[in-house]
């Protein structure tokens, strides 16, 4: 049984640039969170994906944009880098939205 | 809002004795879940544990058992015969328990060390 799946593992992009994350949840899951770990932190929310909508968001901006396939897998898009979007992006998955999150091993990001 | 609070940034200790990672939170609500997450170096993150407020057992598993008090908000972590994996960022984290309130909220971890 495949657990969570994100690509690509390492990223760099420039300032202003655009980046897709990719994340493909646990088999049987139908629910993908989006968390963003900064250096020495803990994770932060950024949303969550259920029926190919958008159901929760956290406290990022607009730039921060998603979407859920109908096979539960999901992307994270990025518009307009920051330097300070530099982080480990991590996907969860869950059997519905209030359930325990499996996490994937996540996509490392870094913005020169 | 939820908060987590974990006020030990980094432990210590030798391998096979006891340890307990502290994790207190503050909510207003009454039903929610508590969880220790593990990250090794490799990054993915693991659940260790998970509690459900309602319930006043606290949750073990296997060497890992948590102290659960409710009105205190605290939520803390044994781990017992520590083992050289044990060796990561440990996690608390909190989510509602309510409608579609999936997204956990996390503190901001404490980095445990296990020494031979």
């Known amino acids: 049984d495949a657990g969570v799946t994100q690509s690509p593992t390492h990223l760099i992009k420039t300032r202003g640039q655009q980046v897709t994350l990719r994340c493909s949840p646990k088999?049987?899951?139908?629910?993908v969170s989006w968390y963003q770990q900064a250096l020495g932190q803990g994770p932060q929310f950024i949303f969550q994906?259920?029926?190919?909508?958008?159901?929760q968001r956290g406290n990022f901006p607009d730039r921060f944009s998603g979407h859920q396939f109908p096979n539960y897998s999901s992307e994270l898009n990025v518009n307009a880098l920051l330097l300070g979007d530099s982080a480990l992006y991590l996907c969860?998955?869950?059997?519905?939205?209030?359930?325990?999150?499996?996490f994937g091993p996540g996509t490392r990001l870094t913005v020169t | 809002a939820q908060t987590v609070t974990q006020s030990q940034p980094e432990m210590s200790v030798q391998e096979a004795e006891t340890v307990t990672l502290s994790c207190t939170y503050d909510?207003?609500?009454?039903?929610?879940?508590l969880f220790w997450y593990k990250q090794p170096p490799s990054r993915q993150m693991i659940l260790v544990i998970r509690?459900?407020?309602?319930?006043?057992q606290n949750a073990t598993e296997n060497r890992f058992s948590v102290n659960f008090q409710k009105a205190a908000k605290s939520f803390s972590l044994k781990i017992s015969d520590s083992q050289l994996g044990d060796t990561a960022m440990y996690f608390c984290?909190?989510?509602?328990?309510?409608?579609?309130?999936?997204?956990?909220?996390f503190g901001k971890g404490t980095k445990l060390s296990v020494k031979p």
């Open positions: 969860a998955s869950s059997p519905g939205a209030g359930n325990e999150q499996y």
């Open positions: 088999s049987g899951h139908d629910t």
């Open positions: 994906y259920y029926e190919e909508e958008e159901r």
């Open positions: 909510t207003s609500e009454n039903n929610y879940y």
């Open positions: 509690q459900e407020a309602y319930k006043q």
């Open positions: 984290a909190f989510m509602k328990h309510e409608g579609s309130q999936g997204n956990l909220i």
